[in-house]
T-cell receptor, first 117, second 108 residues
């Protein structure tokens, strides 16, 4: 079955713009979580959605937001982009969400490489 | 604040060597620890550990969790060049926290 699909693969934006990234989970998976990966900070958790509801949130400013649709696809939006937002953004899907998610593990997509200039 | 520390940061070994990677954690309401291998982009799942003292094994890789001392070990025996990657551990507590990763380079 198809894996986790993230689009676009690469993106270049200028400071102050906004961006929307998309993540389609594995068919049947209802949980989607988002992560930011940078060389300096490593992988950091952004937020997790399950059944269209945000279940957990990391320590990121309000410029980072997300949502999940009824078909479990998720979008992440970053407004007023800063140079420091340049990173690889990964999403992961799981069969269940919240405390149950770790019973099934997370499957990651290949990520979207965002460069802010 | 939850904290996950991996060591060493990086290491270089030759094919056939054994490597041992460490993941120490301080996590509120710890539920499980997961190991991932990241080569290019998407981390790939290796193990999930929830119980102390029970070794998980897959081929040349094995892992164990110590919930009393709050750490996990990932072992790779008879390393091959294809094992070169960044190995990440992820803890699930009140939130999900990744360690900084250990970069492993296996030379022929």
């Amino acid at each position: 079955k198809a894996g986790v699909t993230q689009t676009p693969r690469y993106l270049i934006k200028t400071r102050g713009q906004q961006v929307t990234l998309s993540c389609s989970p594995i068919s049947g998976h209802r949980s989607v979580s988002w992560y930011q990966q940078t060389p300096g900070q490593g992988l950091q958790f952004l937020f997790e959605y399950f059944s269209e509801t945000q279940r957990n949130k990391g320590n990121f400013p309000g410029r980072f937001s997300g949502r999940q649709f009824s078909n479990s696809r998720s979008e992440m939006n970053v407004s007023t982009l800063e140079l420091g937002d340049s990173a690889l953004y990964l999403c992961a899907s799981s069969l269940a969400g919240g405390t149950l998610a770790t019973n099934y593990g997370y499957t990651f997509g290949s990520g979207t490489r965002l460069t802010v200039v | 604040e939850d904290k996950v520390v991996q060591s060493p940061l990086s290491l270089v070994v030759h094919e056939g060597d054994t490597v041992t990677l460490n993941c120490s954690y301080e996590v509120t309401n710890f539920r499980s620890l997961l190991w991932y291998k990241q080569e290019k982009k998407a981390p790939t799942f290796l193990f999930m550990l929830t119980s102390s003292g029970i070794e998980k094994k897959s081929g040349r890789l094995s892992s164990i969790l110590d919930k009393k001392e709050l750490f996990s070990i990932l072992n790779i025996t008879a390393t091959q060049t294809g094992d070169s990657a960044v190995y990440l551990c992820l803890t699930a507590g009140n939130k999900l926290t990744f360690g900084g990763g250990t970069r492993v380079l296996v030379k022929p």
